[in-house]
Every structure is written in structure tokens, then in C-alpha cells.
């Protein structure tokens, strides 16, 4: 695809449910991350796919926190038992490869457990 | 493992002034470097970035960055600021080596006065 695309844009929830978050990156990048952004916070890195294997994936907050990537494309990050603090603006990129190249980032999906 | 901060967490200045916003590193080697910007609402765009050689960076926008090795630092600088300019602005460190994630500042919150 021309950009990074990520499903659904809004997602409200109740506590306790769990929640899927789609990436789609973009054709080609073998790279793929994860972010969280929480209001007025700067982006909190999760994990890091390369193809369908996560070298880094230190920064899942708990095991509630899990991602996968299939295809070496399409990665989706699952939160289990959501709660409100998982609320948040979750942001994935993608890079042609790992190291030195930059990253894309779609537009987020935003998180929000009531 | 990298780290970043930006120490500035908000910043004003008045439309046609410099700018000049701050990011330091830790990282045990020369990392990859990059600046973003993040209007409201909006996902994040690549200013410039560092990758080895020339170590004064040149981005869109009318945005420069210098690589300071001694300082450890990657300061971002426009001469001439223009209203548009308001967002929030990401200074990210890459790897180059292990896992290549990129981790970023908590970012600095640029408002410009007419």
C-alpha cells in the first residue's frame, strides 16, 4: 500500500475485554514496530518484528500485552483483560529494513477503555 | 540500550524567530538519528535524519540538525519559524547494531506566536 494503515482508527471498550489492533505496513518493509502514545507522553516502544520474527519485544508492559506478524506483513497486537490505563493512542511504523532507515508510522488507532 | 531526552518540554516563540530545540542521547556508539514532527491529529512525518558523513543534516521544512559526538546530541534548528510550525516534535534514537528498534524523547511541544 502507499502509507502504513492501521484498524480500526477508534476503538472504545469496556474493562476486561479484549482488543485486537490491525497494522497493515507498508509493501515491501521487513521491519514492523509497535508504540504506545498516552496523552502528553512520548511514544513508549513495545516491539519490533523483523519478518515474522519479534528480536525486541522488552517493552510489552504485562502479559496481557501480545503481537504477532504473519506473512511478514500484517501484524496485530492483542490486549487481553483491557484496562483503563491501556488507553492510548497506539501507533505502528514499518522500515524497509532494519538499521539505517527511517521508519513510517500510520496515523494510530486510539485506545480507549471506559 | 539507547535512550533520548529532550529537556524541553514546551516551547514558545514568536513567528519569525529562531528555533533551536534540544535532544541528547545515550547510546554506546554513533546511532542512527532522527527528528519527527507530529501536527495535532496527525501521525508522525520524517523531518531529517542522521546516518553517518556530513555531520550538519539537512530536512524539509527549512529544518537543520547537528550531530555533536562530544555532546552527545542532535540538536534540531530553523532560522526563521512560520506559524505552521506548531506541533510537537520527536527526537529518536536507532541502533545499529542487535535490535534495531528506535526509541524517541517524550517530545517538545512547539507554540508559535503571531
Known amino acids: 500500500g502507499a502509507g502504513v494503515s492501521q484498524s480500526p482508527s477508534n476503538k472504545v471498550t469496556e474493562k476486561g475485554k479484549d482488543v485486537e489492533l490491525r497494522c497493515d505496513p507498508i509493501?515491501?518493509?521487513?521491519?514492523l514496530y509497535w508504540y504506545r502514545q498516552s496523552l502528553g507522553q512520548g511514544l513508549e516502544f513495545l516491539i519490533y518484528?523483523?519478518?515474522?520474527?519479534?528480536?525486541?519485544k522488552s517493552g510489552l508492559p504485562s502479559d496481557r500485552f501480545s503481537a504477532e506478524r504473519t506473512g511478514g506483513s500484517v501484524s496485530t497486537l492483542t490486549i487481553q483483560r483491557t484496562q483503563q490505563e491501556d488507553s492510548a493512542v497506539y501507533l505502528c511504523?514499518?522500515?524497509?529494513?532494519?538499521?539505517?532507515?527511517?521508519?513510517?508510522f500510520g496515523q494510530g488507532t486510539r485506545l480507549t477503555v471506559v | 540500550a539507547q535512550s533520548v531526552t529532550q529537556p524541553d518540554i514546551h516551547i514558545t516563540v514568536s513567528e519569525g524567530a529562531s528555533l533551536e530545540l534540544r535532544c541528547n542521547y545515550s547510546?554506546?556508539?554513533?546511532?542512527?538519528l532522527f527528528w519527527y514532527v507530529q501536527s495535532p491529529g496527525q501521525g508522525l512525518q520524517l523531518l531529517l535524519k542522521?546516518?553517518?558523513?556530513?555531520?550538519l543534516v539537512q530536512g524539509i521544512k527549512g529544518f537543520e540538525a547537528e550531530f555533536k559526538r562530544s555532546q552527545s546530541s542532535f540538536n534540531l534548528r530553523k532560522p526563521s519559524v512560520h506559524w505552521s510550525d506548531a506541533a510537537e516534535y520527536f527526537c529518536?534514537?536507532?541502533?545499529?547494531?542487535?535490535?534495531?528498534?528506535?526509541?524517541f524523547g517524550t517530545g517538545t511541544r512547539l507554540k508559535v506566536l503571531a
Open positions: 518484528f523483523q519478518g515474522n520474527s519479534a528480536p525486541d
Open positions: 547510546y554506546g556508539a554513533t546511532p542512527y
Open positions: 542522521y546516518f553517518s558523513g556530513d555531520t
Open positions: 509493501s515491501g518493509h521487513t521491519a
Open positions: 529518536a534514537v536507532g541502533a545499529t547494531s542487535g535490535t534495531y528498534k528506535y526509541i
Open positions: 511504523a514499518s522500515s524497509l529494513k532494519a538499521g539505517n532507515t527511517e521508519a513510517f
